[in-house]
Each structure stands twice: as C-alpha cells, then as structure tokens.
C-alpha cells in the first residue's frame, strides 16, 4: 500500500497543473481586430462592439443591448 502514495501524488499533481496550464492559457482569449471589432480565439465569435452585435463562427448574426 505504501508503493502506491507516490503514485496517487503525481497522478493528482498532474491533474492540477494540467488544469492551471489550461485556464492559464485561456488569458490571450480576445484580440482586437480593428476599431471596436473583438474576436474570441477560442470560439471564433465576432463581436462589433459600435453595432451591438456578434457574429458566430457559422456566420449567425445576433443583436444585444
């Protein structure tokens, strides 16, 4: 039972730095393109913050206010 300690501790420590490596990675998610145009690298939504609208990555147009 003691040989398998060390395994459960580098099989959790993984996990955890796994999950910082990814939400770390999440920071650079929004570029601006030009003006007020803002694009979401992850989803590849379009957002034209002047219109108040967004655009998905299949090409649906949605308005918000």
Sequence with gaps: MKNLTPAY????????????????????????????????????TLYDLDKKQYIKKNGDLYQYE
């Design 9 to 44: 501790a580098i099989i959790i420590g993984s996990l955890i730095l796994g999950l910082f490596l990814y939400f770390g990675l999440s920071v650079n998610r929004y570029s601006h393109i030009e003006g007020n145009k803002i694009i979401d690298q992850k989803t590849g």
